[in-house]
T-cell receptor, first 112, second 114 residues
Framework: DAKTTQPTSMDCAEGRAANLPCNHSTISGNEYVYWYRQIHSQGPQYIIH???NNETNEMASLIITEDRKSSTLILPHATLRDTAVYYCIVRAYTGANSKLTFGKGITLSVRP | GAVVSQHPSRVICKSGTSVKIECRSL??????MFWYRQFPKQSLMLMAT?????????EQGVEKDKFLINHASLTLSTLTVTSAHPEDSSFYIC??????????FGPGTRLTVT
């Protein structure tokens, strides 16, 4: 699976949008972009995934560039509870045994 | 969303003993479950892929005789840490998915070996 690069950390003010970038310049055509987050001492939580088109759900929006070499996760109105480590993962789905490989992620700190 | 549970949430055991951790998918069936380990301030490391009715597939460097995995039903996988040592102290997390894309993670089990 292609490697991803994320900044180490970022912060944003409560109520503002948090834009988390991810580079995946070696992504292949059949690889999806996934975002998970992990709040301290808990298991990771699925946020969103996409292939080519931008995606939106109740938690976030995923913007994928046209060349698919980078993406941005957008939390539209960050709250203190959004403070977590966010992982951008690229993976080709090849069946039920398809693995998720976690990198170091980006630590988002939401300040009051 | 789908729910995955783990039991126990915390366990303390003595060096040399074995500990069993359970992972259950509560509202869906999972032919495949994954087991991860996470050391403090580090990311999740995949240990093994658990397949219902067949042998688990272990990642390179993970000892299959030390970390026994049993996936006896479509809703339960267990990880047994045998002859535990202090260096096995870690946060163990399982995951499963009802479909091809979303993986749901358990809350994790904090193992401390004294």
């Amino acid at each position: 699976d292609a490697k991803t690069t994320q900044p180490t950390s970022m912060d944003c003010a409560e109520g503002r949008a948090a834009n988390l970038p991810c580079n995946h310049s070696t992504i292949s055509g059949n690889e999806y972009v996934y975002w998970y987050r992990q709040i301290h001492s808990q298991g990771p939580q699925y946020i969103i995934h996409g292939l080519k088109n931008n995606e939106t759900n109740e938690m976030a929006s995923l913007i994928i560039t046209e060349d698919r070499k980078s993406s941005t996760l957008i939390l539209p109105h960050a709250t203190l509870r959004d403070t977590a480590v966010y992982y951008c993962i690229v993976r080709a789905y090849t069946g039920a045994n398809s693995k998720l490989t976690f990198g170091k992620g980006i630590t988002l700190s939401v300040r009051p | 969303g789908a729910v995955v549970s783990q039991h126990p949430s915390r366990v303390i055991c003595k060096s040399g003993t074995s500990v069993k951790i359970e992972c259950r998918s509560l509202d869906f069936q999972a032919t495949t479950m994954f087991w991860y380990r996470q050391f403090p301030k580090q990311s999740l490391m995949l240990m093994a892929t658990s397949n219902e009715g067949s042998k688990a597939t272990y990642e390179q460097g993970v000892e299959k005789d030390k970390f026994l995995i049993n996936h006896a039903s479509l809703t339960l996988s267990t990880l047994t840490v045998t002859s535990a040592h202090p260096e096995d102290s870690s946060f163990y997390i399982c995951s499963a998915g009802p479909g091809p894309h979303e993986q749901y993670f358990g809350p994790g089990t904090r193992l401390t070996v004294t």
